[in-house]
C-alpha cells in the first residue's frame, strides 16, 4: 500500500512540472475552439503510441490508476479535452481524495470552456485538499480560489471577496488576483 502512495505522489509530482508550462497558458490565453476540435479529432483519430499503450495497459488492468493518469496527461497534451475530463473521472473515482485528480478534471473542463463544471471540479479540489497537503498545493490553491471568485464575481460579490481573499492568502503576488481583489472591493 505505501508503495502505491509513494508512485502516487511521485507521479503527481511529474505531472505538474510537466502540464505547468501548459497550464500557465492555459489560464492566460483563449483557445482558438477550431484547433481545440481539430486536435482533438487528430488525437482520437491519428492513433497516438502513447495513447495508445496506455489504453491497452488500462484495458489489462482497470483500475491502474498510475497508467490512467499517464492517459489522462497524455489526452491533455492532445488537447483531447473529453477524452481527458471522461480519464480524470475515473480516477477520481477509484482515489475519491485525491485532490490532484479534480484540480486536473477543473483545468480540462476549463480547457474546453465548461466553466460551470470547471467551478464545480476547483470546489471539489479545495474540500479535497487534506491540510497536511496545504503548504505543497499553495500555488493550485491560490489558483483555484481565483477562479471561483472570478466566476461568482457578478452573481455572489460577497463570496466572490471570499475566494479572492483567500486567493491572495495562498499567493499575494498574483497579479490578476491582485487586480480582481482591487475591482471587488472598490
Known amino acids: 500500500m ?36 481539430a486536435a482533438t479529432t487528430t488525437a482520437s483519430q491519428s492513433g497516438n503510441p502513447t495513447i495508445d499503450s496506455l489504453k491497452k495497459q488500462i484495458e489489462a488492468n482497470p483500475k491502474d490508476t498510475e497508467s490512467l493518469s499517464k492517459l489522462a496527461a497524455a489526452y491533455q497534451e492532445a488537447s483531447d479535452w473529453p477524452n481527458a475530463i471522461d480519464t480524470w473521472k475515473k480516477i477520481s473515482a477509484l482515489l475519491p481524495d485525491w485532490a490532484p485528480s479534480y484540480y486536473s478534471q477543473a483545468y480540462a473542463y476549463q480547457s474546453s470552456k465548461d466553466d460551470a463544471n470547471a467551478k464545480l ?33 457578478q452573481s455572489d460579490p460577497a463570496k466572490a471577496k471570499e475566494h479572492i481573499a483567500k486567493s491572495l492568502q495562498y499567493d499575494p503576488t498574483n497579479q490578476d488576483a491582485l487586480k480582481l481583489s482591487k475591482a471587488l472591493n472598490s
Open 2 to 37: 505505501k508503495m502505491s502512495k509513494v508512485n502516487i505522489k511521485s507521479l503527481f509530482l511529474g505531472l505538474m512540472f510537466v502540464g505547468t508550462a501548459g497550464l500557465m497558458s492555459a489560464q492566460t490565453t483563449q483557445t482558438d475552439t477550431t484547433k481545440t476540435t
Open 121 to 153: 471540479a476547483y470546489e471539489k479540489y479545495i474540500a479535497t485538499v487534506k491540510p497536511e497537503e496545504v503548504e505543497q498545493n499553495k500555488k493550485n490553491l491560490a489558483y483555484a480560489y481565483f477562479y471561483i471568485a472570478f466566476a461568482e464575481q
